[in-house]
């Protein structure tokens, strides 16, 4: 599967781009732990509120539910790399955050679109 790592000084700008794009996208969090292993399901086929970075912290925030009052917060400590991944056809599948431990947490869309596909979305420039 065609992947895209992003600069990490492009991070938040990216973050922003893609909670836009996929607000309300069903997705699948899922934390793989470092050295392999099978990974842990975090949750499955919820709304994505959006994924946000703090420096300051050093970590990002995925944000998921349907609700305001029934969100779901996983948090990425100690972030090293993001990964933007696509389907061989170009459409966004999902993100990897790798920490620097080696964990690694991962975004999977239930559905898989081009953005073009979507109304009311902009490709990437």
């Known amino acids: ?17 893609f909670s836009r794009q996929h607000e309300g996208w069903l997705v699948t969090v899922e934390e793989v732990p470092p050295g392999g292993g099978g990974p842990r399901t975090e949750a499955r086929d919820v709304p994505l509120v959006g994924v946000f970075a703090d420096p300051h912290d050093r970590a990002v925030a995925i ?12 948090e990425v400590h100690d972030p090293a790399r993001v990964v933007s991944e696509r389907t061989s056809r170009g459409a966004d599948s999902g993100l990897v955050i790798e920490e620097a431990g080696g964990r690694a947490t991962r975004i ?9 596909e979507v109304d009311g979305v902009q490709p990437r420039g």
């Open 1 to 17: 599967m065609p992947s895209e790592e992003i600069p990490a000084s492009e991070w938040s700008k990216f973050f922003d781009r």
């Open 63 to 74: 944000v998921m539910g349907g609700k305001r009052d029934q969100h779901l917060t996983h």
């Open 108 to 116: 999977r869309f239930t559905h898989a679109r081009r953005p073009e």
